[in-house]
């Protein structure tokens, strides 16, 4: 997670980015944009965690809640 400044926003909201890990820890690009403006909404679990935000993809917001699980 990072903060980074937003023009449209007028403010530095926070941004979460998805990493993957490849082979020998080495990371891949991303398969999903990055989250904007994330808030941490519950634990589901000791492996499950479940956040809000959202994406822009040309320019276009989609609002949306992700989970995202730890673990293998």
Known sequence: MYWM???ELNRG???LKVIRRGHFGKDEESPIPELHDPEMLAFMSDRVLSIKGFEE??????YQTWRI????
């Not at 993809?57 to 989609?62: A, M, P, S």
Request: proline share 12%; net charge positive.
């Open 13 to 15: 909201p926070g941004r």
């Open 69 to 72: 699980f730890f673990g293998d």
């Open 57 to 62: 993809i040309e320019g276009r917001r989609y």
């Open 5 to 7: 400044r937003h023009p």
